[in-house]
């Protein structure tokens, strides 16, 4: 009767990897999680204009119109150009000293 099953599991909401596997998870309010990797690869990636759905921030829950870039995750997450800007903020004041 060992399952894995956690009550909480702390993962990315977008890459699903879990908080294991990733050096940094940034927690978002509603549960949402996005780990180090999927930061850098949505400031390396451009947006996509070609969205026509309406699109909401996972983490602020701003709409699509009320921000100026939003990446969609295959999972149903989006985070916009603010909240992945804080999560950047966040990944270099924890790594600044490991410079
Ligand atoms: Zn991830
Ligand atoms: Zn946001």
New binding site residues.
């Given amino acids: 009767m060992l399952k894995r099953t956690k009550p909480y599991v702390y993962a990315c909401s977008f890459c699903l990897k879990n908080h294991q596997q990733i050096t940094r998870l940034i927690a978002g309010p509603n549960r949402i999680y996005i780990c180090n990797e999927c930061v850098m690869h949505f400031v390396d990636s451009e947006v996509l204009p070609e969205h026509n759905q309406q699109l909401v921030?996972s983490?602020?829950g701003?709409q699509q119109q009320q921000?100026a870039n939003i990446w969609s995750g295959e999972h149903g997450v989006n985070?916009?150009s603010?909240?992945l800007e804080l999560c950047v903020d966040i990944i270099a004041a924890s790594s600044s000293h490991n410079a």
Avoid: H, L, M
Wanted: aromatic share 12%; with cysteine; hydrophobic share 35%.
């Fill in positions: 921030c983490f602020c701003k921000i985070i916009c603010e909240c």
